[in-house]
């Protein structure tokens, strides 16, 4: 596992991937909240976070952390998207070989939390990271999940002189907490 | 050629800030794609994709309406049209059924096909390109140079210009700053869009998905804020299954970025929510626009394995010195001379077709295993059959097809050469043929041509005969490198035979086109070089070489010509470069090097023919390195020098800068000479160093190891 996780941080960091790990939830919590604030997350406007709820909150509520850090919605809209600082989602799976983050996005709020913020921030288990393409391709079915989204680092373009510039219309920051306690990591 | 396209040539080579940044893009991009691939069985991998694609492509009825009702079955509504009027007409009836105000599109080429954004603009529906290049090449009213990179041709002034005049004044050339400045500007619009328009990069017919390849995550807003979606797709993207993905996904990004993966791969199959929860309004448009007809042409099929990562313009000599824009208005360089003359008309590829200086530096490359500069061959073919060889070429080809005129003109030509001639060389031509002389000298015609020379050889008599194909540049201009190999072969105890009726390999008439005059050629050579009962037909010129082994055998296969097949496959089996000849009498124990020689540093140079066709590029070095030298290898040793026949004649502009190049990466080495295995590649690089002033010496490998063996 450990040999597979590097593989994917070495590979999620070379495409400017922050990528942290953490052996809990609560301690990967404390993280979000505490990197929420550095950011200034706060209930003045324009400086919210969106947060699709998933299996890595299960037990702890929404509510516990909406306490902590004002300003982080569970309510995710195009609006309220739209004027966020982070976006915060729960990922499925994750590549090793190329450093890429797998989600079903059928879900608009997936996709609204990923694409629309300067920051989004991946919530993920460690046991999901597998070694290719190949291997998150036969556990995600494409004929039954209508909208599959690979996520390797954040937005980037080299179209003026091929100069590579991070954050064009997605986020600039991708920043990826994986978490070992997996059975509450789950998608 | 038209005025009007020599002008356009004209224009870009004296573009400074567009070959300044296409020089240096092709020097990263080698490096950058060769680190991608580390680890990777790229020949592996293009096999698949020949495959994949190959059987898609021969199945598209089938596959498009598998995928029609796959995609139709999870909510998406899949229009089929060979007509891009049609694909038009249904996205504005669409666009004013659902009163559709404004449009968000990411990037694809088959919309820059069929130019939809002026379909937009006339029906009076605001249209905004969101990849970040092809929003500054709208802006500026241009169209893209470069499939993957489309406004490369522009430096970060020229943007900077583009969005203070289009945009909001003031804007400051800062890449971080523009990028930001786009954004910005174009975040609104995503939001306010009623319609998204995409193409797609591979389409799945057994689960109707259409995948899409992105950097920016433009697209992933194309496709989610806008309640309409819009896909339009080249049929030729179609695959059958979800596994083959894997393939085109592994060589896309790498080959046309250098990136293992892009940033966003978005598989959608089907309908999705829209922000408002209703579902989303999807339409797939499966274009076909002379594809089809592509399929039914044994030749052109394999153009549609095409991935659209525009490698064969990343590496193009021509490419990089003269950028997109002389190509036409949607698909560039190599790939793009093929898809225009198709999805256009075949007339339109009159003038580029002729910019393919035919070096094969693509093929090797090219993740769907597509022959581009076979294919443009085959464009040129065609167009001399349609249109007819010009009056002058004719003359000339008339004159190459009847040996004894075209023999007794080269040797009235080396008498009427005198007053320009300066000790071997040619250094300048009068009026319409100055361009010529330009920027290299020329060779004076020999005196003596080699096949007078060889009988005055006194050759011992043996029992193994060797015969040598000389080419009409060893023949009548350096007929020392025919003396040369004479003399090597003798050590060997190889007898040389020169058949008399040998004549021009017929390269000239079929890079022109003209298959017929090259089909003669053939003939004539075949029954003059399987005359002897001989071991090898050996030549010194790749070009030669690749005429008798390979060319002989095409030329005949496309004219439908059976009867001499036969006899031009005993000629292929037998014949074999000098190199490689020499290099298996060595390994035999047949010739043996002079030993303890210390003959110094030289530079060698990879000729196209001998390093990409006959694949000969170890055997040269190894000869000259066992004689005594040491190889200081140059920067793009396997870079066409420009030469390529009468390329240099046709397009001395091109050719020039290329040969520059050429000469500086020769004399950056610091050695002293530079050897090479082919007389055309001698005569564009000896002339280029003469021009100059250069004492750096010019050698055929044949002339360097003359006097090398005991």
């Known amino acids: ?187 | 050629m038209t005025t009007e396209f020599k002008d356009s040539i004209e224009t870009a080579l004296h573009n400074p800030n567009l070959t300044g940044a296409l020089g240096r893009f092709s020097e990263a991009y080698r490096i950058s794609r060769a680190k991608a691939y580390e680890g990777i069985d790229f020949e592996a991998v293009r096999d698949r994709i020949a495959e994949v694609k190959g059987n898609a492509c021969s199945r598209f009825e089938e596959l498009a309406e598998q995928f029609k009702a796959n995609a139709e079955r999870r909510g998406a509504k899949v229009f089929r049209t060979s007509d891009p009027a049609e694909v038009k007409r249904y996205i504005l009836d669409l666009a004013k059924a659902q009163n559709v105000q404004s449009v968000v599109k990411s990037k694809s080429m088959a919309s820059e096909e069929i130019h939809l954004n002026k379909a937009f603009e006339q029906a009076g529906i605001q249209v905004d390109e969101t990849d970040l290049g092809e929003w500054i090449i709208q802006l500026a009213h241009q169209t893209p140079s470069h499939m993957v990179m489309p406004a490369i041709h522009m430096t970060k002034e020229e943007v900077a210009e583009v969005f203070s005049q289009e945009v909001e004044a003031g804007q400051a050339p800062d890449i971080p700053k523009l990028v930001k400045f786009a954004r910005g500007k174009l975040r609104p619009k995503f939001l306010a869009a009623d319609m998204g328009i995409t193409g797609a990069n591979i389409a799945v017919a057994e689960t109707g998905s259409l995948v899409i390849i992105t950097n920016e995550g433009n697209a992933r807003l194309v496709t989610t804020l806008p309640r309409i979606h819009v896909a339009i797709v080249g049929i030729e993207k179609l695959v059958a299954q979800v596994a083959d993905i894997d393939p085109i996904l592994t060589a896309l990004p790498r080959s046309a970025t250098g990136q293992l993966l892009t940033s966003y791969v978005s598989m959608l199959s089907g309908q999705v929510p829209n922000t408002d929860g209703s579902p989303k309004d999807l339409h797939i448009i499966l274009m076909d626009n002379h594809r089809s007809d592509m399929v039914k042409d044994p030749k052109f099929k394999e153009a549609l394995q095409c991935i659209r990562c525009a490698t064969c313009l990343n590496v193009c000599p021509v490419f990089r010195l003269v950028g997109g824009h002389v190509f036409g208005k949607t698909y560039t360089g190599g790939i793009g001379t093929i898809l225009t003359a198709w999805f256009d008309e075949l007339k339109k590829s009159e003038d580029i077709q002729g910019l393919c200086i035919q070096c094969g530096s693509c093929v090797p490359v090219c993740p769907g295993k597509i022959d581009i500069p076979g294919l443009i061959l085959e464009l040129r073919r065609r167009l001399v059959v349609e249109q007819g060889q010009s009056l002058a070429m004719k003359a000339i080809f008339g004159v190459v097809n009847n040996r004894r005129l075209f023999h007794s003109m080269l040797r009235m030509a080396a008498v009427t050469q005198k007053p320009f001639k300066q000790g071997r060389f040619i250094r300048h031509l009068p009026l319409f043929l100055s361009d010529m002389t330009d920027f290299r000298s020329l060779p004076a015609i020999a005196p003596e041509p080699f096949r007078d020379k060889v009988k005055a050889i006194a050759q011992p008599k043996q029992a193994e005969k060797v015969v040598f194909y000389a080419g009409c540049l060893i023949d009548f201009a350096y007929p020392e490198t025919g003396t040369a190999l004479v003399k090597i072969l003798n050590k060997a105890g190889i007898e040389v035979v020169f058949p008399e009726d040998q004549t021009c390999c017929g390269a000239p008439a079929r890079y022109s086109g003209a298959y017929e005059v090259a089909a003669q050629n053939a003939r004539d050579n075949i029954k003059a070089l399987l005359e002897t009962d001989a071991t090898y037909v050996v030549s010194a010129c790749p070009t030669c070489t690749v005429a008798l082994k390979h060319d002989f055998l095409d030329t005949f296969k496309t004219l439908g010509i059976t009867d001499a097949m036969g006899e031009a496959q005993r000629l292929s089996d037998r014949t074999i470069d000098f190199s490689s000849l020499v290099k298996k009498l060595v390994d035999e124990g047949r010739l043996t090097f002079k030993e303890g020689q210390h003959l110094g540093k030289i530079t060698y140079h990879d000729s196209c023919h001998l390093k990409r066709t006959l694949k000969a590029t170890d055997e040269p070095r190894e000869l000259l390195q066992k004689a005594g030298h040491e190889i200081a290898e140059m920067y793009e040793c396997d870079t066409c020098c420009g030469m390529a026949g009468s390329y240099s004649l046709k397009l001395p502009e091109i050719s020039a800068p290329i040969l520059e190049r050429k000469l500086k990466n020769i004399k950056d080495t610091g050695a002293d000479k530079v050897v090479m295995d082919c007389p055309g590649c001698v005569m564009q690089i000896r002339g280029g160093l003469d021009k100059d002033g250069s004492p750096i010496q010019v050698e055929h490998t044949a002339e360097r190891l003359e006097d090398r063996f005991e």
Not at chain 1, 129 to 149: G, H, K, M, T
């Open chain 1, 1 to 187: 596992m450990t040999t597979t996780f590097e593989a994917f941080q070495t590979r999620a960091a070379a495409v400017s991937a922050e990528v942290h790990r953490f052996a809990t939830r609560h301690e990967g919590l404390a993280f979000i909240e505490g990197f929420l604030r550095e950011v200034g997350v706060s209930e003045a406007p324009g400086s919210g976070a969106v947060w699709v709820e998933g299996s890595f909150l299960e037990g702890i509520g929404s509510a516990h952390v909406s306490s902590q850090v004002p300003g982080v919605s569970f309510e995710v809209t195009r609006e309220a998207s739209a004027c966020a600082k982070v976006g915060i989602s729960q990922l499925d799976w994750a590549i090793a070989a190329t450093g890429t983050l797998v989600q079903d996005a059928t879900a608009v709020e997936k996709r609204l939390v990923s694409t629309l913020p300067p920051i989004h921030l991946a919530v993920l288990g460690t046991e999901r990271i597998l070694a290719d393409f190949n291997s998150v391709l036969q556990r995600l079915q494409p004929e039954q999940i209508n909208y599959i989204a690979f996520i390797t680092g954040p937005s980037r373009t080299a179209d003026i002189e091929r100069v590579l510039t991070i954050g064009v219309h997605g986020p600039e920051r991708l920043i990826v907490v994986v978490v070992d306690e997996f059975e509450k990591v789950t998608a």
